[in-house]
């Protein structure tokens, strides 16, 4: 666990189970809009480093989580997605759409030669405790039709 400041009074992070990023889903990030790597924890058992496990305790990204999947919604299409959030460049990347049936990974070589549009994603979790914070982003125009995915 990690001792963390929140402005006023010092508070020990809590964390639920690890799991492979891969494993993640819609359900986890609607429940806990915060998850990070569990270095701690790589090589024990089947455990390595793609496992995360979210904060259980805190809906506030800090600096001192360094990197952080979080969970943000399109403000237009109102679709959720998740980010690989570096908290000291106010930065996302690893950005994945989140369906209830499958998570889309877009990438730049995804997006190569395809039309694209620029999205607004609203953070879920406040970030050193800002509500709201906007991110804009380019995704593929068609983002189900460039997977060969006609519904999700």
């Not at 995360?52 to 506030?60: A, G, L, Q």
């Not at 997605?81 to 759409?97: M, P």
């Amino acid at each position: 666990m990690g001792i963390f400041f929140n402005r006023k009074k010092k508070f020990e992070l809590q964390y639920g189970s690890s799991k492979p990023i891969e494993d993640t889903s819609l359900e986890d990030f609607l429940r806990y809009p915060i998850w990070l790597w569990d270095y701690a924890n790589e090589g024990v058992g089947e455990q390595d480093e793609t496992w995360i496990h979210p904060v259980v305790n805190s809906y506030d990204v800090t600096d001192d989580m360094q990197d952080a999947h979080i969970l943000l919604r399109d403000t237009k299409n109102r679709e959720w997605y998740v980010a690989l959030l570096d908290v000291k460049k106010n930065q996302i990347t690893d950005l994945f759409l989140m369906t209830k049936n499958v998570d889309i990974y877009i990438n730049e070589t995804m997006m190569k030669g395809l039309p694209k549009k620029k999205i607004t994603l609203k953070a879920i979790p406040t970030i050193n405790g800002e509500s709201g914070v906007i991110f804009e982003v380019q995704v593929p125009a068609n983002i189900y039709e460039s997977t060969n995915l006609s519904s999700v």
